[in-house]
């Protein structure tokens, strides 16, 4: 198993520019999430999903929007990048809420 | 409002030494309780999972312990190597209407030769 990957690892971006952060996980998982994490602060959940086809925002979820077509995917889309939104941004997965969650290695976003 | 707060902010032992790291949460209900470690530019891995009616967790070198009286945990490591050079980061689970995680900020840990 791969577990959950992230791509791409690093990201420049202009303000203003749109992109999308792949995730995807092989475990099977229904329950899949989005956090930020920024320096001084513990992980904030963006959005989350406790399967294909549903989703829901979590505690910073402005500026950003996610889908779920399948099990395995859970892509984070950044509408029009901020300054604000450099970060270092994890996906996780995990069975179902509250298991024990999976982290993906993180993708570090820098937006100038 | 849901909190966890975690202590020290951080930490620097030499290698071969214990260490405990401290966890104060206030989420009610409660469901479990997490530990985290976090290796630099890596994401966060699973050290241990307690629920309601369990006071001690090991995993290895790592022993978790949870007072839910007094809303209290504790990681204690034995014998640190380089390799736990870590950020620790715990996190709480509540329960029923309160399903939600709540993080800690984390507790930086370097283990020196």
């Known amino acids: 198993n791969a577990g959950v990957t992230q791509t791409p690892k690093f990201q420049v971006l202009k303000t203003g520019q749109s992109m999308t952060l792949q995730c995807a996980q092989d475990m099977n998982h229904e329950y899949m999430s989005w956090y930020r994490q920024d320096p001084g602060m513990g992980l904030r959940l963006i959005h989350y999903s406790v399967g294909a086809g549903i989703t829901d925002q979590g505690e910073v979820p402005n500026g950003y929007n996610v889908s779920r077509s399948t099990t395995e995917d859970f892509p984070l889309r950044l509408l029009s990048a901020a300054p604000s939104q450099t970060s270092v941004y994890f996906c996780a997965s995990s069975y179902s809420f509250p298991r024990e969650q999976f982290f993906g290695p993180g993708t570090r976003l820098t937006v100038l | 409002k849901n909190q966890v707060e975690q202590s020290p902010q951080s930490l620097i032992i030499l290698e071969g030494k214990n260490c405990t790291l401290q966890c104060n949460y206030t989420v009610s209900p409660f469901s479990n309780l997490r530990w985290y470690k976090q290796d630099t530019g890596r994401g966060p891995v699973s050290l241990t999972i307690?629920?309601?009616?369990?006071n001690t967790k090991s995993n290895g070198r790592y022993t978790a312990t949870l007072d839910a009286d007094t809303k209290q945990s504790s990681l204690h490591i034995t014998a640190s190597q380089l390799s736990d050079s870590a950020s620790y980061i715990c996190?709480?689970?509540?329960?029923?209407?309160?399903?939600?995680?709540?993080f800690g900020k984390g507790i930086t840990l370097s283990v020196r030769p």
């Open positions: 307690m629920t309601f009616s369990e």
């Open positions: 996190v709480v689970s509540g329960g029923g209407a309160n399903s939600k995680l709540t």
